[in-house]
């Protein structure tokens, strides 16, 4: 039986949620039932590709520049399902099956809330196009058909949790780690994510001074064009002994689940893949109420502990009260593990296969 090609397109392939979830479909569809091409304008994540997964990279400087060749490239390829993530990237793939009158089945994969106004006429006026516009969840869809005014029919969405959680990220997590605050003799919090403005990490900062404990310390994995700002603020507030930022890490998830908590302080969220995340790792999480639908992921008091976006003084407040009551941090570890399980890599690529063999 002939394979079904399935092209999947973002164009700056950087070391984020989405690409993320990109790699955990990539490495765990079924390639005896699928030929899997991912094509980038510029390829600059650390994530690992399985080999049997083709890869073609344009490598462009930016994103405008390539795409001409990525329509051209999707036009030889000729594939049977073309999927991509972020308005942009969707609405090149459009714009390749109309341009040239593909065969190919168009995805749009929807994962975070887009609030400009050009990308809210992108999505008005061209969504309805698409084959399936994939959700992570019900939030997400519901604010991005309320946002953008798009007359998107029920039968073109499908909800399919993101794939997050599978065992090679839990062996990940028990891997040996060398830090100084990772000794068993400190109180650390930690997070990940790109140092952008609307993951707003400077709120968590901002609350570590809240507490006057240094044994209290901030853990931050990642980088981006904010960094500068949030370092210069950590040596306003004179927390150079109690923040540290370790850029990013091909392997997170070992800092992850040695630290007492993990914080999540973003503005907004299409969906907080990186809470679930710690969740695998047993670690308590602490975030903003920045996604569509918090309850997704978090039931407050239940699976993790939620504050209003921008409120570092009660961030602090939560932070405190996980750090002083054992009972409350065993609770939210039990509860999330339910939560962990909606997200297991295996149960996402499965529902991703189904959809394919129905388009």
């Known amino acids: 039986m002939k394979k079904k090609k399935i092209l999947f397109y973002y164009s700056i392939f950087l070391n984020g949620g989405i690409e993320r979830v990109f790699i955990n479909i990539l490495n765990n569809l ?35 520049d390539g795409v001409f060749e990525s329509i ?39 994962h975070a809330i887009d609030r400009t106004m050009v990308r809210k006429k992108i ?24 946002i953008s005014e798009v007359n998107l029919i029920e039968s073109k969405i499908k909800i399919i ?26 109180k650390v919090f930690t997070t990940i994510g790109r140092l952008s403005w609307e993951k707003t990490q400077n709120i968590m900062i901002c ?16 980088e981006g064009p904010e960094e500068e700002k949030y370092r210069e603020l950590v040596k306003n507030l004179k927390l150079e002994d109690r923040v540290d930022f370790i850029g990013h890490q091909i392997n997170p998830f070992k800092y992850i689940s040695r630290c007492d908590g993990f914080l999540l302080s973003s503005k907004t969220e299409g969906f907080g893949m990186v809470l679930v995340e710690a969740m695998a790792c047993k670690v308590p999480v602490i975030s903003t109420r920045s996604m569509a639908r918090p309850e997704d992921i978090i039931l407050d008091g239940k699976t993790g502990l939620l504050c209003d976006v921008g409120d570092y003084e009660e961030m602090a407040r939560l932070m405190k009260l996980l750090l002083e009551d054992n009972d409350l ?14 997200f297991s890599v295996k149960e996402s690529v499965k529902k991703y296969e189904e959809l394919f063999e129905k388009l």
């Open 30 to 64: 079924d390639l005896k039932k699928y030929e899997v091409v991912l094509l980038n304008t510029n390829n600059r994540s650390t994530f690992h590709l399985k080999n049997e997964v083709r890869r073609i990279n344009l490598d462009k400087k930016r994103a405008r």
């Open 72 to 110: 051209m490239v999707m036009k030889k390829e000729n594939p049977d399902i073309i999927i991509a993530g972020g308005c942009i990237n969707n609405l090149t793939i459009l714009l390749a099956k109309k341009i040239f009158r593909m065969k190919a089945k168009v995805i749009f994969s929807l």
């Open 123 to 146: 999505i008005k006026w061209f969504y309805p196009l698409a084959d399936k516009v994939v959700g992570i969840n019900r939030g997400s869809i519901d604010l991005t058909i309320k």
């Open 161 to 186: 949790n993101n794939p997050v959680v599978d065992e090679n990220m839990i062996e990940m997590s028990k891997e040996g780690v060398a830090h100084k605050w990772l000794d068993g003799n400190h």
């Open 207 to 222: 609350a570590l001074n809240e507490i006057k404990d240094k044994s209290v310390k901030l853990l931050i994995i990642g």
């Open 329 to 342: 941090k065993k609770k939210l570890i039990t509860g999330s593990q339910n939560t962990v399980e909606k």
